[in-house]
């Protein structure tokens, strides 16, 4: 196997200390574009919107925050009928840590989900996977539209009394760098082991997110 050139410790700190100035160069770049993100302009959202709640219970736009001012929503591509269970959405679900509800609650922000699909065949899904991250339909409603959804994104509403308004939305890579398993892997010598990846020759690749599983599809010898 082709491996990156062997140095003593001392040359490479030297190596890792030249990477670290590139790294705090990204962090700071990134500080500066939260903080532009922060100062976005909103979209206020007054449609009477009917959601379902996980219990089946009838919710309002204003019922999702539970009381908090910040609501961000992972949109799971599960339409009504659909027989197949998105890889990527699920993936992505279970990178959220069971408590993180607590942390973000600490800030006023509450996370969920939400899809098209009814609760009937969502409910389903969520006790198969052991989710536990509230999980609401949007369906019947132009919430989905409303926010340009078309596929699986994320979205951040914020509530001002009640008023609510729609402030960030992001799909694709944006959303992909939110994953735990992803950001490990960035910092591990393979990464991610995908084909679009700029690795050493003879790194193991494969097919971009071709490997990706619900996690009870992998077998015992991935657990």
């Given at each position: 196997?082709?491996?990156?050139?062997?140095?003593?410790?001392?040359?490479?700190?030297?190596?890792?200390?030249?990477?670290?100035?590139?790294?705090?160069?990204?962090?700071?770049?990134?500080?500066?574009?939260?903080?532009?993100?922060?100062?976005?302009?909103?979209?206020?959202?007054?449609?009477?919107?009917?959601?379902?709640?996980?219990?089946?219970?009838?919710?309002?736009?204003?019922?999702?925050?539970?009381?908090?001012?910040?609501?961000?929503?992972?949109?799971?591509?599960?339409?009504?009928?659909?027989?197949?269970?998105?890889?990527?959405?699920?993936?992505?679900?279970?990178?959220?840590?069971?408590?993180?509800?607590?942390?973000?609650?600490?800030?006023?922000?509450?996370?969920?989900?939400?899809?098209?699909?009814?609760?009937?065949?969502?409910?389903?899904?969520?006790?198969?996977?052991?989710?536990?991250?509230?999980?609401?339909?949007?369906?019947?409603?132009?919430?989905?539209?409303?926010?340009?959804?078309?596929?699986?994104?994320?979205?951040?509403?914020?509530?001002?009394?009640?008023?609510?308004?729609?402030?960030?939305?992001?799909?694709?890579?944006?959303?992909?760098?939110?994953?735990?398993?992803?950001?490990?892997?960035?910092?591990?010598?393979?990464?991610r082991q995908e084909a679009w990846e700029d690795s050493p020759p003879g790194w193991p690749q494969t097919p971009t997110m071709r490997w990706l599983r619900p996690h009870d599809e992998y077998g015992d010898h991935h657990a």
């Amino acid at each position: 196997m082709a491996r990156p050139e062997i140095v003593t410790a001392e040359e490479w700190q030297t190596a890792r200390d030249a990477l670290l100035v590139k790294e705090k160069e990204l962090t700071h770049a990134l500080d500066a574009l939260a903080a532009q993100r922060r100062r976005l302009p909103m979209v206020r959202l007054d449609k009477p919107y009917r959601l379902v709640a996980p219990d089946g219970a009838d919710a309002s736009l204003i019922d999702l925050f539970a009381g908090r001012r910040q609501l961000v929503i992972y949109h799971f591509m599960l339409e009504p009928g659909q027989d197949w269970l998105c890889t990527g959405c699920s993936t992505f679900t279970d990178n959220l840590a069971e408590h993180s509800q607590a942390h973000l609650g600490a800030r006023d922000t509450r996370l969920i989900l939400m899809a098209r699909a009814p609760q009937a065949e969502i409910e389903p899904v969520r006790r198969r996977m052991s989710w536990t991250v509230p999980w609401y339909s949007s369906h019947g409603s132009d919430l989905h539209d409303d926010l340009r959804v078309d596929g699986f994104a994320l979205n951040v509403l914020l509530r001002d009394g009640d008023e609510v308004f729609h402030t960030y939305g992001t799909t694709a890579r944006g959303v992909d760098r939110l994953r735990l398993d992803f950001n490990l892997l960035d910092l591990t010598p393979h990464g991610r082991q995908e084909a679009w990846e700029d690795s050493p020759p003879g790194w193991p690749q494969t097919p971009t997110m071709r490997w990706l599983r619900p996690h009870d599809e992998y077998g015992d010898h991935h657990a």
